[in-house]
């Protein structure tokens, strides 16, 4: 099974930072694509910034210039450095991968073999901005 396990988050006021981490583990073969999300109350779940294993970045636009994603492949893990924090960066963020995992039973038996992709997600940690 596998698992993403989330940590950082909090409270901070206008302007501060916080750092989000989250490290996969589990069967694990490959990370294609790796990042975050968020929620707040009443409104879909969207994405804030997403890197692929070549380090290629990806940020929402209201992020760009003050959010920074990382990647450590080797530790499988994924940081989310926010800094000039605003009220509205309140929300849940999850922390998201695309993992690949065992071959499928199809594509060895037709002998082209091919890994399972699967999307995971977070528990959720709560990041609250005061005005």
């Known amino acids: 099974q596998v698992q993403l396990a989330e940590s950082g988050g909090g409270s901070v006021q206008f302007g501060g930072s916080l750092r989000l981490s989250c490290t996969a583990s589990?069967?694990?073969?490959?990370?294609?694509?790796m990042g975050w999300y968020r929620q707040v109350p009443g409104k879909g779940r969207e994405v804030v910034a997403t890197?692929?294993?070549?380090?290629?970045?990806v940020y929402q636009d209201s992020v760009k210039g003050r959010f920074a994603i990382s990647r450590d492949n080797s530790k499988k893990t994924v940081n989310l450095q926010m800094d000039m924090l605003r009220p509205e960066d309140t929300a849940v963020y999850y922390c998201?991968?695309?993992?690949?995992?065992?071959?499928?039973?199809?594509?060895?038996?037709?002998?082209?073999?091919?890994?399972?992709?699967?999307?995971?997600w977070g528990q959720g940690t709560q990041v609250t901005v005061s005005p």
């Open positions: 998201y991968a695309r993992i690949l995992g065992d071959f499928t039973r199809e594509s060895v038996f037709y002998g082209r073999p091919k890994r399972s992709e699967s999307d995971h």
């Open positions: 589990g069967s694990i073969y490959g990370l294609p694509n």
């Open positions: 890197m692929s294993d070549s380090g290629d970045p």
